[in-house]
């Protein structure tokens, strides 16, 4: 049974600041007509500026999100966006942007999601051509990250995550047919653990970051006075370490949000493929550095049967 290319139904506003620079950005999502694929604009830039095409291609960073850079124009953290649209089977948009990073907004796809499904997607007349394998893919790297992408009929994801962490423990998370992204896998929000937060501000990154788009992971009781410098440096009230072992200025959306969080970030990392794929991934302690190695070969195989 052939299945057909889709699109948007109409064009989308989304306006947040940046994870990782902290800029306020303006991004639009609209339709784009078939076989055109998904590709970036920055409006800042001026109509000189080329059309980034979400693609490993071009790929320049993985630390902490997914930068793409053409011609010296980026996009970063954009691994989200590209998950919503993956994991929702839209085949062609054009995304402009008057900055250079992907809006965090909530930490999570949710936004995206509900927005796109709300109005259902745009049949196109051409067919959707699928990345078909013959053979196994295995990537490991030196973290003890592993990612396997075998033949199938269907795509699937499996992700098992492992921090060595006795508040997250090891969670698994499944996407296959059944699944419903919009409900179990655009809410989960991105994680961080409550040490990792001054080196992460000392290397000027997450100046977006704040309490509404990242659970916090307290592993170990942390002094009160730590606690109120935290809460200030995020100009909230007051903070404290729940029992499960999060600050408390939310709660799980699920008891593996973790590990589904890490699902979107796959699926957003291997949407730069370029094409949907007929396989089965398993991925063990993933990231977007080994996440974009499997995305690259994917990506050379698509090469072979395609030509681009």
Known sequence: MNINQHTLKRKYTFEGKGLHTGKKVVMTVEPAPENFGIKFRRSDLGEAAPLVEASVDYVSATSRGTTLDKEGVQILT?????????????????????????????????????????????????????????????C???????????????????????????????????????????????????????????????????????LDNALVIVEHPVPQEELDRLAKLFNVKTLERVPEGYLSHTSLRFSNECARHKLLDVLGDIALVGYPIKGKVIAYKSGHSINSVVSRALRAEAIKQFGK
């Open 140 to 210: 490991r790297n030196e973290n003890g990250s592993e990612m396997v992408v075998m033949p199938d009929d269907h795509f699937s994801v499996d992700v098992m995550i492992d921090f060595n962490s006795k508040v997250v423990g090891n969670q698994y998370a499944r996407l296959e047919d059944e699944t419903d992204f919009v409900k179990d896998i655009a809410p989960c929000r991105t994680f961080v653990f409550f040490h990792e937060l001054e080196p992460l501000f000392k290397n000027n990154l997450i100046k977006g970051g704040d």
């Open 78 to 138: 954009l691994e989200h966006l590209m998950g919503t649209l993956f994991g929702m089977n839209v085949d062609n948009a054009l995304i402009t942007l008057d900055s250079l990073e992907v809006p965090i907004l909530d930490g999570s796809a949710k936004i995206y999601a509900d927005a796109f499904s709300a109005d259902g997607l745009q049949e196109q007349p051409a067919p959707r051509k699928y990345l078909e394998l013959d053979h196994k893919i295995v």
